[in-house]
């Protein structure tokens, strides 16, 4: 069993900055990621990382947003800048775990940044 601990979230004006922080129990931590959901959208990918640090983002927070993790506190770090008003959303980590990549999620946070 696997807890996911999320902190970060907040109000932001447009085009400042926000850091996420989501620490994992447990052991077998694979990949990391965030994801965000708004209101009758459907939870969409934002950045995930494998435990060699191999990084992924969605198109539309390239360049913008960086995911890290330190696998020794089995901690994934979402910094985000540049914010936008259509970055609102609760945003969620995700960890695999074991060889059959069983999914946990955290609580979510939420994200509003303000135009």
């Known amino acids: 069993q696997v807890q996911l601990v999320e902190s970060g979230g907040g109000l932001v004006q447009a085009g400042g900055s926000l850091r996420l922080s989501c620490a994992a129990s447990g052991s077998g931590i694979g990949v990391m990621g965030w994801y965000r959901q708004v209101p009758g959208k459907q939870r969409e990918l934002v950045a995930s990382i494998t435990s060699r640090r191999r990084a992924n983002y969605a198109d539309s927070v390239r360049g913008r947003f960086t995911i890290s993790r330190d696998n020794a506190k089995n901690t994934v770090y979402l910094q985000m800048n540049s914010l936008k008003p259509e970055d609102t959303a609760v945003y969620y980590c995700?960890?695999?775990?074991?060889?059959?990549?069983?999914?946990?999620w955290g609580q979510g946070t939420q994200v509003t940044v303000s135009s």
């Open positions: 995700n960890a695999e775990q074991g060889l059959l990549g069983f999914n946990y």
